[in-house]
């Protein structure tokens, strides 16, 4: 079993190299992380927060995904701008992406009670892609595509993104990984890059009674080379304090694309997602991903852990409760 699922690992890997791009990180807990998947989310909850976050994916496989991510973003004394910067490491096997980014937003008032802003972020950073070829077990030897020892490139990028928020709903646009399409940066085949991806996000908060809010929300993820990535969640919450949600990941078709093979088995995933908010400063979670594709023979699920830390500011402002 051990040497079946290496051969499959090492089949996605080469998949990735023949095509010289790959999707970007997946968080099931994107939603208490936004500055992830959007620029213009910095200073969305205005005090100072923490967020760190690790998953560890398809476990049982032997180099499956690791990803981890540590962000902080808050306001500045102009209550109109947000800072933040990212930290994200992405291990597959072989491979490993790393990213440094720093956020901008501004974010503009759109009505007096200030429960209303809509703000326009931009992110820019450095990525670093590499690929250890010693760890690949090539079934041609002398293969040119797959390289002899350690290959690395650095390259700089973007991010933009708008962020629209009152107290019960949001929606959201982003663009990561702007330059992916600058072959210049990444002038070896053998080193994977990220492809340019468009997210669609937005969600709503329904309060049921005093003690218990629905919280349901939708993300599309797009690449314009595999099947569109759609995400949907649905939340409880219970007394303001826990969080108790599921979600259900797959490929939908919005519209052919050549490239790719007919017949293609689009069910990703399903989470179940738990959120404690122990108290004003300090957040934890947990979910853990049911794989639904061909994979569920070969691993054990998918375990996802996220923290946060918000720092109070000193000086007193009137905020509605953040809850997305």
């Known amino acids: 079993m051990r040497?079946?699922?290496?051969?499959?690992?090492?089949?996605?890997?080469?998949?990735?190299?023949?095509?010289y791009g790959q999707q970007t990180v997946q968080f099931s807990q994107y939603i208490f992380n936004g500055l992830a998947v959007n620029p213009a989310y910095a200073g969305y909850k205005e005090d100072w927060t923490l967020n760190l976050s690790s998953r560890l994916q398809w476990t049982g496989i032997d180099g499956a995904p690791k990803t981890s991510t540590i962000?902080?973003?808050?306001?500045?004394?102009?209550?109109?701008?947000g800072l933040g910067g990212i930290v994200t490491s992405d291990r597959l096997g072989p491979q490993n992406t790393s990213s440094l980014y720093f956020n901008y937003a501004y974010r503009l008032q759109i009505d007096e009670d200030n429960t209303r802003r809509i703000s326009f972020g931009l992110a820019a950073g450095l990525v670093q892609y590499s690929l250890d070829g010693s760890k690949f077990n090539a079934t041609d030897v002398g293969d040119g595509a797959v390289p002899s020892?350690?290959?690395?490139?650095?390259?700089?990028?973007?991010?933009?993104?708008?962020y629209y928020y009152t107290p019960s709903y949001y929606w959201g646009a982003s663009v990561l990984n702007v330059l992916s399409g600058a072959t210049s940066f990444v002038?070896?085949?053998?080193?994977?890059?990220?492809?340019?991806?468009?997210?669609?996000?937005?969600?709503?908060?329904?309060?049921?009674?005093?003690?218990?809010?629905?919280k349901p929300s939708v993300m599309f993820k797009e690449d314009f080379k595999s099947p569109t990535n759609l995400d949907l969640n649905a939340f409880v919450l219970l007394n303001k304090i826990i969080w108790l949600g599921v979600s259900y990941r797959t490929g939908v078709t919005i519209w052919?694309?050549?490239?790719?093979?007919?017949?293609?088995?689009?069910?990703?995933?399903?989470?179940?997602?738990?959120e404690l908010k122990v108290n004003d400063t300090f957040r934890f979670g947990y979910s853990y991903d049911f794989t639904t594709s061909a994979l569920s023979s070969y691993q054990s699920g998918t375990h996802e852990l996220s923290l946060?830390?918000?720092?109070?500011?000193?000086?007193?402002?009137?905020?509605?409760?953040?809850?997305?």
């Open 3 to 19: 040497t079946k699922r290496c051969i499959l690992l090492c089949c996605m890997a080469l998949s990735f190299v023949k095509s």
């Open 71 to 81: 962000s902080a973003d808050g306001l500045t004394r102009n209550n109109n701008i």
């Open 149 to 162: 020892g350690y290959e690395s490139k650095l390259t700089p990028d973007f991010r933009l993104g708008v």
């Open 187 to 214: 002038d070896n085949p053998a080193v994977i890059r990220e492809t340019r991806h468009v997210y669609l996000t937005a969600g709503a908060l329904f309060g049921l009674t005093d003690n218990i809010d629905i």
């Open 256 to 274: 052919n694309k050549t490239n790719l093979q007919n017949g293609l088995d689009k069910s990703d995933a399903m989470a179940a997602i738990f």
């Open 308 to 324: 946060s830390l918000t720092f109070k500011s000193k000086k007193p402002r009137i905020l509605s409760p953040r809850y997305f």
